[in-house]
């Protein structure tokens, strides 16, 4: 059973910064495709960044490459985001995600959400101005 739990959300000003922590058995950060992703209210699902520890890839999207940055801790069996220079429109339900590896196909290939299988319940991020 694939579990993941987001944690490290929470009301902060803009210009600052939060590290939010996905937590999974290491065969599962070892061994699946995590993506994050956010939802903010009214808009759909957006993938924002990609980690694939068996591929050694990591991808963050382009709208947000210059603030977001995501970073594994196998000791801690933990995948962190980091995001800096919040903005308001960062505000939203932050999410990890994994996706089962597709034989010989580029690990982090897609960010849609529809890609992925199995989930946690969130972390809630909200920026004020």
């Known amino acids: 059973q694939v579990q993941l739990v987001e944690s490290g959300g929470g009301l902060v000003q803009s210009g600052g910064s939060l590290r939010l922590s996905c937590a999974a058995s290491?065969?599962?950060?070892?061994?699946?495709?995590i993506g994050w992703f956010r939802q903010a209210p009214g808009k759909e699902r957006e993938g924002v960044a990609c980690?694939?520890?068996?591929?050694?890839?990591?991808r963050i999207a382009d709208s947000v490459k210059d603030r977001f940055t995501t970073s594994y801790d196998n000791a801690k069996s933990a995948l962190y985001l980091q995001i800096d220079n919040l903005k308001p429109e960062d505000t939203g339900v932050y999410y990890c995600?994994?996706?089962?590896?597709?034989?010989?196909?580029?690990?982090?290939?897609?960010?849609?959400?529809?890609?992925?299988?199995?989930w946690g319940h969130g972390t809630q991020v909200t920026v004020s101005a």
């Open positions: 995600a994994a996706r089962e590896p597709l034989g010989v196909e580029p690990r982090c290939v897609t960010l849609a959400a529809h890609a992925f299988n199995y």
């Open positions: 290491r065969r599962t950060l070892n061994y699946y495709t």
């Open positions: 980690f694939s520890s068996s591929g050694r890839t990591t």
